[in-house]
């Protein structure tokens, strides 16, 4: 069964997904995490990656939030938190490769804002950070628990299933 894109018409500043999950698209990768309410406001408060210290208590208590919205069998917290985990990956990942997060050199062209990608733009030269490259493995460990996590692929080929 083919997934259904993620779904950025909703008003989702308005939206609580907990009431309301059978709204929710898992999409790909990250998509929505920074939007989906209550979980946003929920789970970005614990979402810090600046040194491997930091980056390993945020994932412990982000992994933690996974379980118990696990333990209450909230596919959509489950899948929120699971997404902060792999955001902790990719950004620890970015900053690791480019000191100030900045992958390409230049502005993103108007005719282009909100989307991701060069757009033309050169990709800049790597700064080897091996601290911001530690938090990344560190926030890789437990996103790779959350997203193997049998009762995690169960419910999310449940929810596919039934909802898209």
Sequence with gaps: MPREPFDYSLDYRKLDLRRHPELYRVGKGEQGVLLIQPYKSEILPFWRFKTPEIARESSEKIYQLFLDYKAKGDFVGMDMARKFLQMGVTRSRRYANHRTG??????????????SGAHGRETLPLDADPVKAESAAIFREKYLQAREDPDYQRMRKEWQETYG
């Design 102 to 115: 900045q992958k390409y050199d230049g502005p993103v062209p108007d005719d282009q804002k909100g989307r």
